[in-house]
DNA sequence: CTGAAAGCGCTAACAT
DNA sequence: ATGTTAGCGCTTTCAG
């Protein structure tokens, strides 16, 4: 707590060995005596020396980090992020590489500095998934010299390598799922406006389309994946003329909301009204009825994005500039026939 | 994305100055002309040069950033993580420090490595969220010479600074609250064993002796904070010979599981059951009734600990050992009179 | 106001 | 198997 940190030096000195014997011990090279080893260890384990990373990162031009840019850890709308993380951190661990998680807020000046401090040499790679755009960060990101991905990115289609989720294909299988059971009043709840949410929009426009359903604007409501602005689209839907007989919504929240909603004014799920999400968080299978949903691979994209760029900053081919992954229909018990 | 980046010595040499003149220029320092820094901004501009931190960090001794350990950031039980995390964030934010998150997935190893890295100059100073108290993690963070604070923290009564919330008067307050709407059998529903769980469950008792209530240990049920454990809690507790007319839970989403496995059964909350939580997350108030719960100050606790963690750095003063913050009582529609 | 020298703690590349 | 030499890119200290 008050005594400066040891040096590798003092420790050279204590053992009494040059200062390249304990940085070969310390980094696992063969090539020393055991003997030496041995000793050289129990210094360090005494004095409990910790090697200093800057010293490390500057003499060796790489820090082993990848740094993750994301816009907020707690607001409801990134809670899918949480799993994102976690398949990240784990791949990470797996490499002996850390993670570094920045936040934004969501603000323009944050995300520039955030995604400089991590060119500036704290990180070999970033990660960045945010939903926002930003031409600022944008440009940073193409000139600066460590790899990037973006993951499951928003508004505009960049140069960047990008690893997304097959938005399009959610957005179909949600829709044929309802058709199949027999809707024709099928309400879409968007969410903020994003490449994510066009190509779902695109992939039920499609599959009503192709079905000879004409597609009533009336029934597309935007909403921004929060709980609440579920609630207030289906307070919305359900005061139209000619209801809606299910709801497909682009996140598992919205759906809690459109649940939320049907429950105050007495309509019964999945009898009176069948409703679809989209995420397929933990939560999804908690509430009563069991929510059907779209799953996202969200463990598997933080896990392919580490992977792949830890395989970038080794130098190795750069894959495909763009990665989709699967998305999934999970079908639970808020979907039932239309009577 | 390839060419290699600039260096101080290069933006000096293409400036017609010395380092120490663009060092000063960058650091805001005055005492520089403004036609050389005009010049030196420019070259800048136009290179894109970003100064390396590890170089900045190792030559200066500080890194202006503070590290925090936690669990996870996805899992139901470490949902008001979130909050915490926000208030840090924007303190560090207001300081021009950077806030560098690490997570264990509550595993021993991972506790230890990442508190070593933090230690290892990654950061000047360590916050520490987590539930488990592992010895091993706990002996490094006292023989750090940076400065740790322990936040809301689990089991053992270190020696380490730290910042807790009142759970105390916590456990208190909701006993209290369902007491003076006429309940008698009012079960309690724990988290996972630690310093939390215990001093709200000794608030709990300490308001039902004085109101002259026999504490019923069969109305004592063990959960984990997650939704699920909290419905299989009420489930238990439904088929009681005697079943509770209010129950406290200690987190929202065991609340939650609690209202979902009333409302299988049929029972109205809050008129045949009344439900209190802790936390106060933000989906208390999107629940229908809305949840009435205690209030962790989550976002000032992860504020304080930055500013206090941040003095620390300077050297101030350091305060009290163990700091405490207020909880409240927020009545909402889950509870009302005892029939 | 600006510059030169020294060194932060470590590793890479070469000796021995 | 171990040691020596040279920096990594920046800041600190002290001179001009």
């Known amino acids: 707590m008050t005594r400066p940190a040891m040096t590798l030096s003092e420790i050279a000195r204590i053992a009494g060995v040059s200062k390249m014997t304990v940085s070969n011990v310390i980094n696992g090279k063969k090539g020393v005596a055991e003997e030496t080893r041995q000793r050289i ?22 820090t082993r980090t990848i740094g993750l840019v994301v ?19 784990d791949a990470a661990d797996q490499h002996h590489w850390d993670l570094l998680v920045c936040t934004t807020s969501d603000d323009e000046e944050r995300e520039f500095r955030r995604i400089q401090s991590l060119a500036s040499g704290l990180a070999d790679g970033i990660l960045v998934l945010l939903p926002r755009a930003e031409q600022s960060y944008l440009s940073l990101l193409q000139e600066t010299h460590i790899p990037v991905i973006t993951l499951d990115h928003g508004l505009i289609e960049t140069p960047l390598p990008s690893i997304d989720v097959d938005n399009h294909t959610g957005g ?47 029934l597309i409501v935007q909403g921004d994946y929060s709980q609440p602005s579920g609630f207030k689209a289906a307070e919305h ?19 809690f909301g459109v649940m939320e909603s049907a429950g105050r004014r007495g309509l019964r799920i999945p009898d009176d009204l069948s409703v679809v999400g989209f995420d397929d968080i933990p939560m999804a299978g908690w509430v009563h009825p069991q929510l059907t949903t779209i799953r996202q691979p969200l463990y598997q994209l933080g896990e392919t994005a580490i ?18 992954l699967p998305v999934e229909l999970v079908v639970r018990g808020s979907t039932t026939k239309a009577r």
Chains 1, 2 share one sequence.
Request: net charge negative; hydrophobic share 40%.
């Open 71 to 89: 816009p907020k850890l707690n607001s409801n709308y990134t809670l899918y992020i949480g799993e994102i993380l976690r398949g990240a951190g």
């Open 307 to 324: 992977n792949l760029i830890i395989a970038m900053t080794d130098g190795d081919v750069l894959p495909g500039q763009r990665m989709l």
């Open 237 to 255: 839907l359900f005061n139209l003329h000619d209801p809606p007989t299910a709801i497909f919504a682009l996140s598992d929240a919205m759906a």
């Open 172 to 218: 179909r299988l949600a829709t044929q799922h309802l058709l199949d059971l027999g809707h024709r009043r099928i309400a879409f709840i968007g969410g903020t406006y994003s490449r994510a949410h066009l190509e779902r929009l695109d992939g039920y426009q499609e599959v009503l389309k192709e079905n000879g359903i004409p597609v009533d604007s009336e």
């Open 41 to 62: 260890m129990e210094v360090i384990q005494e004095t409990g020396y910790i090697a200093n990373r800057s010293a490390r990162n500057l003499a060796s031009g790489r």
